[in-house]
Every structure is written in structure tokens, then in C-alpha cells.
């Protein structure tokens, strides 16, 4: 078979470097523009909200969310049940208040900013 419909990796970044994550950041992408699925099975959320446009956490082999990064990391009940982090820069987020979570540097600084502006 050589075009599969669906390609499965399982826990692709354990043992990654940098190097090799950006290597599969870049499969990913060739995959979305074959209009392959690529199902991930991972704990890197990091990984997942860099991407992927969905997310299905699951816990003991219940689908528990199904959803954009905004709607799975707005879900703190859910995070917890699947014993799931978000990604540090989101978790920084949440600690200062931030009233939607962020996922890279830009997203941080436009909250941030904003935040900074309402409270003078």
C-alpha cells in the first residue's frame, strides 16, 4: 500500500531530538497536504497543539473531549481525568489569569499586553 488513507504513530516524539521533531513536524505537513489522516497517539502536548488542528483526549478508552487546542485546554476537568499538562507556555498563561489559554510567544505577549491594558 502505497498511499494509505490513515497513518498511525504512536508516541512519535519519545526519543526525538530537535532535530528529529521538526523532521516529523514536516511529515505531518506532507501528510495534511496529501489529505492523509495522521491519528497520534501522545502525551507531547506540546507536540499536538504545534500540529494538530483536532484533539480527542481519552482516558481508560473513553473518548472524553473532542475539539480545537482553544476548546481541550479550556477543559481543566478533562485535563485532569486524562492526567493531561498542557504545554508550559499555556500553563504559564493560566497561572497569570489569562482568560483564554495561548500556545506560542505571540499568543503570550497579544494576552499579556491586553491584560496589562485593562487593568490601568
Given at each position: 500500500?502505497?498511499?494509505?488513507?490513515?497513518?498511525?504513530?504512536?508516541?512519535?516524539?519519545?526519543?526525538?531530538?530537535?532535530?528529529?521533531?521538526?523532521?516529523?513536524?514536516?511529515?505531518?505537513?506532507?501528510?495534511?497536504?496529501?489529505?492523509?489522516?495522521?491519528?497520534?497517539?501522545?502525551?507531547?502536548?506540546?507536540?499536538?497543539?504545534?500540529?494538530?488542528?483536532?484533539?480527542?483526549?481519552?482516558?481508560?478508552?473513553?473518548?472524553?473531549?473532542?475539539?480545537?487546542?482553544?476548546?481541550?485546554?479550556?477543559?481543566?476537568?478533562?485535563?485532569?481525568?486524562?492526567?493531561?499538562?498542557?504545554?508550559?507556555?499555556?500553563?504559564?498563561?493560566?497561572?497569570?489569569?489569562?482568560?483564554?489559554?495561548?500556545?506560542?510567544?505571540?499568543e503570550f505577549q497579544q494576552v499579556f499586553e491586553k491584560k496589562r491594558f485593562q487593568q490601568r
Amino acid at each position: 500500500m502505497m498511499n494509505p488513507e490513515v497513518i498511525i504513530l504512536d508516541e512519535p516524539t519519545c526519543g526525538q531530538d530537535i532535530i528529529g521533531n521538526q523532521r516529523l513536524t514536516r511529515i505531518i505537513e506532507a501528510l495534511k497536504l496529501n489529505h492523509q489522516l495522521c491519528l497520534t497517539i501522545t502525551h507531547d502536548m506540546k507536540f499536538v497543539v504545534k500540529n494538530f488542528d483536532q484533539i480527542v483526549v481519552m482516558s481508560h478508552g473513553k473518548i472524553l473531549k473532542r475539539g480545537t487546542k482553544e476548546v481541550i485546554f479550556s477543559s481543566p476537568e478533562v485535563l485532569e481525568a486524562s492526567y493531561v499538562s498542557p504545554p508550559p507556555i499555556t500553563r504559564v498563561g493560566q497561572k497569570l489569569g489569562f482568560s483564554e489559554p495561548v500556545f506560542n510567544k505571540n499568543e503570550f505577549q497579544q494576552v499579556f499586553e491586553k491584560k496589562r491594558f485593562q487593568q490601568r
